[in-house]
T-cell receptor, first 117, second 115 residues
Framework: NAGVTQTPKFRILKIGQSMTLQCTQDMNHNYMYWYRQDPGMGLKLIYYSVGAGITDKGEVPNGYNVSRSTTEDFPLRLELAAPSQTSVYFC????????????????FGPGTRLTVL | AQSVTQLDSHVSVSEGTPVLLRCNYSSSYSPSLFWYVQHPNKGLQLLLKYTSAATLVKGINGFEAEFKKSETSFHLTKPSAHMSDAAEYFCVVRDSSGGYNKLIFGAGTRLAVHP
């Protein structure tokens, strides 16, 4: 059981380039999330998904897109990279809330450190 | 709206001494509260969570936290710090107003442990 995996671990982009951050979970969780963490700050929610085919915006969605074609995968797309998107990106997953004591817990991947120059 | 405030951005302790990381919350209903830990260059790991059961919650690695409704606090403590406890700690509240499991993070407290 690998949990939540993210690729790549590190990436440097030039302004205007595009890339996709990959996230996969093998826990059969319905809910998946993308966060960004800026230096000295807590995590902010970019997008989330409550199941395959269903996504919605979080707190800071501008400049990003997501898709959820399977339960396991939740890729995050940056279309036109900007320096403001330099950050560490974390993917997480959980069971739907209300299913028992374990459903509150989000499980996080190791993160992708992205620099836009 | 739900929110959490971590009262210290940095805490420094000596190995073997107690740890106290402070967190106050704001919630319009009985909250679910969490502490997550992030070691350098790692993802976040759940330390413990409060979900309206016992007010004193025990977590992993000897940490515990006490939910105090009258003080709207959820401080994290450990009796004796270990060098391996050096990390960033996040106090988190769950916001279920949108019908999903949304977490609101505090800004974090960086714990340094000195020999």
């Amino acid at each position: 059981n690998a949990g939540v995996t993210q690729t790549p671990k590190f990436r440097i982009l030039k302004i205007g380039q595009s890339m996709t951050l990959q996230c996969t979970q093998d826990m059969n969780h319905n809910y998946m999330y993308w966060y960004r963490q800026d230096p000295g700050m807590g995590l902010k929610l970019i997008y989330y998904s409550v199941g395959a085919g269903i996504t919605d915006k979080g707190e800071v969605p501008n400049g990003y897109n997501v898709s959820r074609s399977t339960t396991e995968d939740f890729p995050l797309r940056l279309e036109l990279a900007a320096p403001s998107q330099t950050s560490v990106y974390f993917c997480a997953s959980s069971y739907p809330y209300g299913g028992g004591d374990h459903t509150d817990t989000q499980y996080f991947g190791p993160g992708t450190r992205l620099t836009v120059l | 709206a739900q929110s959490v405030t971590q009262l210290d951005s940095h805490v420094s302790v000596s190995e073997g001494t107690p740890v106290l990381l402070r967190c106050n919350y704001s919630s319009s209903y009985s909250p679910s509260l969490f502490w997550y830990v992030q070691h350098p260059n790692k993802g976040l790991q759940l330390l413990l969570k409060y979900t309206s059961a016992a007010t004193l919650v025990k977590g992993i690695n000897g940490f515990e936290a006490e939910f105090k409704k009258s003080e709207t606090s959820f401080h994290l403590t450990k009796p004796s710090a270990h060098m391996s406890d050096a990390a960033e700690y996040f106090c988190v509240v769950r916001d279920s107003s949108g019908g999903y499991n949304k977490l609101i993070f505090g800004a974090g407290t960086r714990l340094a442990v000195h020999p």
